[in-house]
């Protein structure tokens, strides 16, 4: 009996207390894992995240740092340079200028997450992989895809170490308590979780953002209380600008982290101030310059047709109009688009995405704990630094916002300030604790409830996530990866395909492909004629089954929707149009047309049934 209360006093309060907290963490980590990834689980959703997975591939298999997906507005930027480069072509030479006969160079990505997902794509087995595998089917069909979920696997590993670091600088600068709760409460958040499996770079930038935090908070302990000397400050200082340029190389809007970096190296440290500052810049700055010179060797341009990134999803380039754009007209730009984006932007944050930030509570505890008074200096600039990041991003990304935050709400790669949730979550919960400890509870237990109680309030969307019905891993409309797959398999690796998703064709499929032209005329035939021919154009549900009078009637003569339109009604293809053979079966959601009928030679060997592009 002696034996058995010494256990449980070691239990409760003694040494063994922390590997129980351990292992249950350890254990809660794993049933939400396997929970959430079979109840839970979709496909990649956003565009973004299929352009970078096949970057990637086309990474790992020795093709360098090119894309099948082809946007209009980079043929434009790489024809123009090397057309300055180069010259003019003479007449009767056919020069691939706009290099679609090749590689096309991708500019849209930074590189540093496809160079992970490269390597990640060399280390898990193909052989599981298999679509056929009973694992990826649910009634026979395809559900998950499997390289959308292996690539959601190393996110998840990426938010196992962001739950790390979080409670390791929790630990460090508030207490064990507060650790604990802020990492149970970043482990049930369920954007976060949607994060993981989203196919975004965004995992990989949190563990690059805490890890700049974690070199700040250092830095400014060295600096205050010297204890390694000057060198080890210079060596934080490089430190911090390494990771910054890293960040940025993982998302180019993220670069802008140097602003408030910069800002808070100059206020919190009081000697050689200049010379951190000017160290952290110079490192930044070498990190991302060889990315930049590359980009302008190519398109003319440092980052590529991100640059335009501000000019997207305005007034003058409504939804995705500049990209797909061949020759973009950038003389009638003026100031007044930039600045009307970025009061809309901001309105939209402030008065929804900040408040909900991390689909939690956690931001109104953040805000009322700005008036707490930290005894730990530490502490205290982390807040402001926090702060100071939190603005930067509001501005950056009500500036680089685009028609992707429209189509995929919340989870998506322009969403800069989830990247600051796990320091709000923290100091959220350091002000909930601080006001518990002013209630005088009758018990011991009550105070547990309390906490208890907060956490499923906290937690209440995962929960409610995990409710029936079982969500269907499949994205469709418009994605269904098996149909994707066949129809491209149709095309012979070097044609290019004309698409109004692009991305997935170029991600499922592995084959180049064009996003749809502004018009059915002189746009697409600009690209048929004198680039390179287009042998296939596969249209989903996303224009199939758009807006009538906005996206077809008043988008002109020659739009799309007219197009399909003179398709469906009169039964017959315009008569100058170059591809008219369409296979049975994708009508009405789904529309197909090439040059011959190539869905008569099964790809690969084997038969193919058109009733196989059916939607799931």
């Avoid at 894992?33 to 096949?54: F, H, I, K, P």
């Avoid at 930067?392 to 935050?405: D, E, G, I, P």
Wanted: hydrophobic letters at 50%; glycine letters at 6%; charged letters at 15%.
């Amino acid at each position: 009996m002696v034996n058995l209360q010494e256990w449980i006093h070691k239990l409760e309060e003694g040494p063994y207390l922390r590997y129980l907290r351990v292992g249950l963490l350890c254990l809660a980590l794993v049933m939400l894992w396997v929970g959430y990834n079979w109840l839970c689980y979709r496909n990649m959703t956003s565009l973004e995240a299929m352009d970078a997975a096949q970057v990637a591939r086309n990474l790992s298999e020795g093709k360098g740092f090119s894309t099948h997906f082809i946007r209009p507005l980079s043929v434009h930027l790489v024809k123009q340079r090397n057309e300055a480069k180069f010259g003019a072509v003479p007449a009767g030479q056919d020069a691939d200028y706009p290099q679609l006969k090749g590689n096309h160079p991708d500019l849209a990505n930074a590189p540093l997450y496809p160079v992970v997902l490269a390597g990640w794509m060399k280390v898990y087995p193909k052989s599981m992989a298999d679509p056929m595998s009973r694992f990826w089917l649910r009634d026979g069909r395809t559900s998950r895809h499997p390289d959308d979920f292996f690539i959601g696997l190393l996110n998840q590993l990426l938010f196992v170490g962001v739950l790390g670091m979080t409670f390791c600088l929790a630990r460090r600068l508030l207490d064990a308590n507060t650790a604990w709760l802020t990492t149970a409460l970043l482990l049930g958040c369920e954007i976060m979780w949607r994060f993981s499996i989203s196919g975004l770079s965004t995992m990989l930038l949190l563990v690059i953002f805490l890890g700049l935090v974690w070199l700040m908070v250092y830095l400014e302990s060295e600096a205050r209380e010297p204890k390694h000397g000057l060198n080890r400050v210079l060596l934080l200082a490089a430190g911090v600008g390494l990771l910054a340029g890293l960040g940025a190389l993982t998302r180019y809007s993220f670069g802008w982290v140097i602003v408030p970096v910069i800002v808070c190296m100059a206020l919190f440290i009081p000697q050689r101030r200049g010379t951190l500052c000017l160290i952290a810049s110079a490192v930044f700055l070498l990190v991302i310059l060889p990315w930049a010179a590359r980009n302008y060797s190519v398109s003319g341009l440092p980052f590529g047709t991100a640059t335009f990134a501000p000019l997207e999803a305005t007034f003058v380039f409504p939804g995705y109009r500049l990209e797909r754009s061949l020759d973009p007209d950038f003389g009638i730009l003026l100031l007044r688009p930039l600045i009307h984006k970025l009061l809309i932007g901001l309105r939209q944050l402030c008065q929804d995405d900040l408040l909900r930030l991390g689909g939690s509570w956690s931001m109104p505890f953040f805000l009322v704990g700005l008036l707490l008074a930290f005894r730990n200096p530490a502490l205290r600039r982390l807040r402001y630094f926090a702060v100071a990041t939190l603005a930067m991003f509001l501005v950056v990304q009500a500036l680089a916002r685009s028609q992707v935050s429209e189509d995929v709400k919340d989870v998506n790669g322009e969403n800069l300030i989830i990247l600051v949730f796990p320091l709000v979550l923290m100091f959220g919960v350091s002000m909930f604790l601080t006001l518990l400890d002013q209630v005088n509870f009758l018990a011991p237990l009550f105070r547990y409830l309390a906490i208890s109680l907060f956490s499923l309030i906290m937690c209440l969307p995962l929960l409610a996530a995990f409710l029936p019905p079982r969500t269907n891993p499949v994205v469709y409309p418009p994605y269904f990866p098996p149909a994707i797959r066949q129809t491209a398999g149709f095309m012979k690796e070097n044609e290019l395909m004309m698409s109004d998703i692009p991305w997935a064709v170029a991600w499922y499929g592995n084959r180049q492909c064009i996003w749809l032209t502004l018009n059915a005329q002189d746009e697409f035939f600009a690209v048929n004629d004198i680039l390179k021919p287009i042998r296939g154009l596969y249209l989903t549900p996303l224009t199939m089954d758009s807006r009538f009078l906005t996206e077809w009637v008043r988008a002109g003569e020659h739009s799309w929707g007219s197009f399909i339109l003179e398709c469906m009604v009169r039964k017959e293809i315009p008569p100058t149009f170059p591809l008219r053979k369409a296979p049975t079966g994708y009508l009405p959601e789904q529309l197909f047309l090439t040059d011959w009928e190539r869905w008569k030679i099964a790809p690969e060997g084997g038969p193919v049934s058109p009733t196989a592009t059916k939607q799931p």
